[in-house]
């Protein structure tokens, strides 16, 4: 609890620098991309905007990530992050579509643009979302800061963009290029914006983690000595980076008491092999039915059924 501790302190150290340069760099985006005539200038800056906003939302879900479980929240606020992820990619996919919409009239509209403006505001958004990317890319394991990492990844590229696209309307005259250059960042914002949402809603979801393989699962589970069978085997995230598991284990008739050691070794090849800390196990000494409370995913064998299900304890192995 102290390294999460540790590490949600600067994370929010991270997260504040971010927002303050991110402020900055959006008043002054808009404000000389007004002067320069520059759709593509103000997209940035409306995206920036949507960067705030990430940055804000994170802060907050990374707040909340660090407070304890209560009888009300009894897994805490683990999910925070992705929900905060989850409403980030919303907000994108939104801008994207007010930018494509804005580039479509200027297209019919054009306006004359001053590139050397544009070039020198853009330089300096590179710069900043470089470096506020490459501080959170430490932290980019989590989904909730990755999507911010997203954000100021893809503002970094869009800016650059905007250089290039600066250098051909200053050499070519072409002022077309600057309503192109907005429809190629919001189809990257709705690129990022599309991965994020489908995997925060496969976690709220409680979809089996994308890392992990059921089957593999069950068959370290199985090689443990002493268990005959595992079946209704559920693993899901708590939140972006942890993972638990629930599932029911057929042994051996045996004393509660001699059990100890299978769950010892299950709980190992957990932790070990799939990083799976958090753990509900259930033994029994026959196999289970579906009609009889069971809710098991497709297995590649079924179990064998019988008339009464006979569970021999509820056994939980918890690792912090």
Not at 132 to 161: E, Q
Request: aromatic share 8%.
């Amino acid at each position: 609890m102290h390294m999460v501790a540790t590490s949600s302190g600067k994370m929010q150290q991270v997260l504040k620098f971010s927002l303050a340069a991110t402020f900055c760099y959006v008043v002054a985006t808009f404000y000389f991309g007004l002067r320069a005539h520059s759709l593509a200038l103000i997209s940035e800056a409306g995206h920036n905007v949507s960067d705030m906003l990430a940055i804000v939302l994170s802060f907050v879900a990374v707040y909340f990530q660090t407070r304890p479980a209560t009888d009300e929240k009894t897994f805490g606020y683990q999910r925070a992050g992705v929900l905060a992820a989850f409403v980030n990619a919303l907000t994108l996919i939104v801008l994207a579509g007010w930018i494509a919409i804005a580039a479509l009239h200027r297209f019919a509209a054009p306006e004359p643009v001053q590139p050397k403006l544009m070039m020198l505001v853009a330089a300096a958004g590179v710069l900043m979302n470089g470096c506020i990317a490459g501080l959170l890319w430490k932290f980019s394991g989590d989904v909730n800061i990755r999507s911010v990492f997203l954000h100021m990844l893809g503002d970094t590229l869009s800016t650059a963009a905007v250089i290039a696209g600066g250098a051909g309307i200053l050499f070519t005259g072409l002022t077309w290029i600057d309503p192109v250059l907005s429809v190629i960042i919001a189809g990257m914002i709705l690129y990022s914006s599309a991965g994020i949402v489908r995997e925060t809603l496969h976690i709220l979801l409680e979809g089996t983690p994308r890392n992990l393989r059921l089957n593999e699962i069950r068959a370290s589970m199985q090689s443990v000595s002493g268990v005959l069978n595992v079946h209704d085997l559920h693993v899901w995230s708590l939140g972006s980076s942890s993972h638990a598991l629930a599932s029911h284990v057929t042994i051996a008739e045996m004393p509660v008491s001699d059990c100890g050691s299978i769950l010892e070794g299950i709980n190992n090849a957990l932790r070990h092999d799939f990083q799976i800390h958090h753990t509900t196990i259930q033994f029994e000494t026959t196999g289970c039915e579906t009609t009889h409370g069971c809710a098991a995913p497709p297995e590649p064998e079924a179990p064998s059924g019988h008339a009464h299900h006979h569970h021999h304890g509820h056994t939980h192995g918890h690792t912090h």
